[in-house]
């Protein structure tokens, strides 16, 4: 057996009072993914960041090819043949492709004016682009990539920078299905080639897939291992969270009530030419799958009123309502949860408490003065349902994991007792437990009346959860699919815009 490429040991990290790591073991060898997994705030980035030169440890010790090493900084780092893609995308989208992935190291020309070697730059790139078989010109901005492009040119500027251990952190929660399998073979084809590979998901069933072992973090300490033939769905579950997740999915009770909440030929910005109806039942949720580009979020911001007028006949309960704007749609009950938190759902630089309240205030308030007693216990109810993890509400919310923010822009929402909800991607960077907790709530929601629209990209997700599924393609509904006939098959034939048969 090889040494490993990579150990760290006892490694420790605290940040003011809180304990993020508490000697914390890894390796990983060359040619092999280890899938890092545990709850929201287990650690994880945190353990990477340490590696990839973005923090120091407390204590501990690293050791590359079995000799100690400090990583000081992100360029000690690459030069130990680390390369990181981060949770959150880390790509300049002013510039083209090329520029991106020999960002800092461009080639020169020689003379002695040391010109960039634009030519170069962009042969080379290209190299790297096909070999991860993605087909864009060198010279396309990344403002004009989706997402899932954007994350393989950071996966080229890894190759170019000759990584010998990749760390990826969530990098498909920003991907939807054909796009995730696309990586999966890269990371395939990259263990292949003996790189050493740290994927970090909260998707099971990718690690499922393409790990070799599973590590996990539970409170900033190790509580266990997998190894390739122990890694099933219900051991990591059981790992992570430290018992039996027994109801992960609740079936439907309640019965759907049709008619309640009706869209008519309603008609986006972006797709001014086709025009989608569909209705959601009081009491049901209905998923809204399709891949990128679908013309679902676009759906989800004309129905809040964000793309002004609405050029559609929508009712909710019979009643035809006029939305203009998103107050008009939260006027009448009607609120979106947005899918990217940094943006829309929450504002990261105050505490959770006024994250949660702020759209609610008025129902705080007493004679113009805002109860802050009554104003905190509701933050902390709601927090405490959801089990955010934090030391108090009035944490700062930029200083949470990825999926404690998610959860934290949930609350902000529920605290309104809205009648139509309408979530964007709910789970996204959201641990298992907590998504238990989600689907848990979201059902409850619906069994108290509401009537929810659930955009996801999480297959397991759309699956389990909606009580039926409507699928787009390039801004047309392809089909709703009754709860029986809701399976991978059907729902991919639709996505990519065959029509039901
Ligand atoms: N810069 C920071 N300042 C204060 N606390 C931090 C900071 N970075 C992380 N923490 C805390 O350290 C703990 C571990 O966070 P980390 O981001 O490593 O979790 P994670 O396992 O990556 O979670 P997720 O799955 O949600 O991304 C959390 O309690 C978090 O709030
Ligand atoms: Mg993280």
Redesign the pocket.
Known sequence: MTAPVLQMRGVEKH??G?R?LKGVDFEVRAGEVVALA??????????MRILGGVHQPDAGEILIDGELVIIHSVSDATRYGISFIH?ELNVLDNLDVAANVFLGREPLRGGFLRLVDGKRMHEEAAVYLKRLGLDIPTNTLLSRLSIARQQMVEIAKALSLKARILIMD?PTSSLTLTETARLLEVVSDLRAQGVAIIYIS?RLNEMEQIADRVVV?RD?ANVGELAREEITHDRMVKMMVGRDLDQFYQQPQAERVPGYFEIEELHTSRYPNHKVSFGVGRGEILGLAGLVGAGRTEVAQALFGIDGVIEATIRLDRQVLQIRSPQDAIKHGIYLIPEDRRNAGIITEIPIRENITLPSLERYAKAGLIAFDRERKAATDICSKMNV??PSVEERVI??????QQKVVLAKWLSLEPKVLIFDEPTR?V?VGAKAEIYALMRGLAESGVAILMISSDMEEVLHISDRVAVMHEGVLTGILERAECREENIMRLAVGKHAA
Do not use: C, I, P, W
């Open positions: 940040f003011g809180v993020a545990g709850e929201n705030g287990a650690g994880k980035s945190t353990l949770q969530e909260h973090l900033g993890k934090a200083n949470l994991s990825g999926g404690n960077g641990d």
